[in-house]
């Protein structure tokens, strides 16, 4: 009776490693766990550091340009402003003519855009096509003619 009772003593005092899971016993996994872990943790660690490199000056801008003139002179205020001063927008867009501006900008970007998208594939029809002296030279001067229309679309 009494080797039973210490087997089933025996039985129950181990039954906890039966009970734990195969990571817990086994070293080796429990190794790789902690060191995807602590690479997980490194590359978190990087991101948030980048992240902070690339935010902190569009946070710093936003905050500048919501600041009065006597806030912008006042070296105690740095990040957040003493009032915020919204007709700074509405002065920058006209007075800087936004609006002419953006225009302009399209205007060359999607007419060069355009110009490049049209150009190019006519000279790869023109390139794929059989003509005189198609092998060598024709071939060459098809590769040689985009960056002249680019340039020619641009004005220089």
């Known amino acids: 009776m009494r ?13 906890f490693l039966v009970e734990r899971p195969k990571w817990w016993r086994d070293g ?13 943790a490194f590359t978190y660690i990087v991101l948030i550091d980048i992240a902070f490199v690339f935010l902190v000056p569009i946070f710093y801008i936003m905050a500048t340009s919501l600041k009065t003139s006597q806030d912008l002179t006042d070296p105690t205020i740095v990040w957040i402003p003493s009032g915020f001063f919204w007709i700074n927008y509405p002065l920058a867009f006209f007075s800087m003519a936004y609006v002419k501006s953006l225009s302009n900008s399209l205007y060359i970007s999607l007419g060069s855009a ?14 794929r096509a059989e003509f005189l002296w198609s092998r060598i030279e024709g071939r060459t001067l ?15």
Do not use: N
């Open 3 to 15: 080797e039973i009772a210490m087997a089933s003593i025996a039985a129950s005092s181990t039954s």
């Open 28 to 40: 080796q996994i429990v190794r790789r766990r902690s060191i995807t872990f602590l690479q997980r």
């Open 114 to 127: 355009l110009g490049q998208t049209v150009s190019c594939a006519h000279l790869s029809a023109l390139c």
């Open 142 to 156: 098809c590769r040689r003619l985009p960056p002249v229309l680019q340039d020619a679309a641009l004005g220089t």
